[in-house]
């Protein structure tokens, strides 16, 4: 028998027992996956600063010593919940913030209940962000403000800072925000007028129910589910990766219901009459016109966005009325983008860079 031949050998002999090995932590950590909980997610200190209906106004507790002048609002997406941005210490979009000595506030949602089913993008544009940055600016003492959003959070944010041109939004940052809605293929497929029937879903059901929204987003990849519980059988050994996948699917799973009228406002004037991307769209009677935003602007949009495609996203820029804009691609999907690895290397360093010397 040469060297080589028992080079293999060795080598066959090494992959066996590593497989034996995960073979039997696969058993061991499939029980402890099911007999115990995932990772405490949204844990960095945060006081209430107002709550009324669905709407949650959090500040959270600075992190560093100095503090630039001008605090953020962030603005969540409607359909999810907040702690994205707040995973876990070491995994935290908002801890990175407060470490690097922003002041920082967050518009989150809650479920809506029944009585909420009137509620409509007036209450949200006109109502809800509007008497946040009031409060940001009363507990801050400051005037002017920062505001981020994310996804439909961004598109509020746009709606807002379109009709409250004057002020006092200061700086406007989107994450993964379209305003093209007909280049949403998939959703404009799903919410094809000539087949749903909003008016009917709504007046019958009240709120949009979560688990119509959760199966949306999952038909636009209907294997992604299996193909992830099979990843995570196959990595359930790695702490690391478990704890990852724990986190996420969390959130991806934790869906919030929509009011109905809200919805039906959703589909019928951005879904079907692209409203927004044709500058007619109305709030409350008042134009948003998005070329009325003159503040910096910066859209960071993901390269393998499957909910937000980039042609969806790509004429925001080109749209608002700012001389100081900027758009930028970075490599991950529509969560990658802004939370995980991928973001701590990638978006949350290039945000703090743009941010700094507008937030003085």
């Given amino acids: 028998m040469n060297a080589a031949t028992t080079l293999d050998l060795v080598s066959i002999s090494e992959r066996v027992q590593t497989e034996m090995q995960r073979a039997i932590q696969r058993s061991i950590k499939g029980v402890e996956y099911f007999s115990t909980l995932g990772p405490a997610l949204g844990s960095t200190p945060k006081d209430v600063l ?29 359909t999810n919940r907040g702690y994205v941005l707040d ?20 518009l989150d949602w809650t479920a809506p209940g029944p009585e909420e089913k009137s509620l409509d993008m007036e209450n949200y544009v006109l109502d809800f962000i509007p008497d946040s940055v009031r409060r940001v600016q009363a507990d801050s003492g400051i005037e002017d403000v920062t505001v981020i959003g994310y996804c439909f959070g961004g598109v509020l944010s746009l709606l807002y800072g379109s009709i409250f041109h004057d002020g006092p939004m200061k700086n406007l940052i989107c994450f993964t925000t379209p305003i093209d809605f007909h280049q949403m293929t998939l959703f404009s497929n799903f919410s094809d007028r000539r087949y749903f029937d909003v008016d009917r879903l709504i007046d019958s059901v009240g ?7 959760l199966q949306s987003f999952e038909m636009l990849r209907p294997a992604s589910r299996a193909a992830g519980q099979i990843q995570l059988w196959e990595n359930i050994w790695n702490d690391e990766f478990v704890k990852s996948y724990r986190m996420f699917d969390r959130w991806a799973t934790d869906i919030l219901p929509l009011p109905g009228e809200y919805f039906r406002t959703i589909t019928k004037d951005l ?31 993901a390269e393998h966005d499957h909910i937000v495609p980039y042609d969806a996203a790509r004429h925001l820029i080109a749209t608002v009325g700012s001389t100081d804009k900027e758009e930028v691609m970075l490599k991950g999907g529509h969560v990658s983008l802004i939370a995980g690895p991928n973001a701590i290397r990638r978006l949350w360093p290039k945000l703090d860079a743009w941010l700094s010397g507008r937030s003085i």
Avoid at 87 to 106: A, C, H, N, T, W
Avoid at 276 to 297: A, C, E, F, S
């Fill in 50 to 78: 107002h709550k009324r209906g669905t709407m949650n106004l959090y500040h959270y507790r600075p992190l560093s010593d100095e503090i630039y002048r001008v605090p953020i609002l962030i603005v969540m997406a409607t």
């Fill in 87 to 106: 995973m876990v210490p070491g995994q935290s979009f908002i801890e990175f913030l407060l470490k690097r000595g922003y002041d920082v506030y967050m």
């Fill in 271 to 301: 879904m079907w009459d692209n409203k927004l991307y044709n500058n007619t769209m109305t709030v409350g009677g008042r134009p948003t016109q998005l070329d009325k935003i003159k503040v910096p602007i910066l859209h960071a949009v």
């Fill in 207 to 213: 709120n949009m129910p979560p688990e119509l929204i």
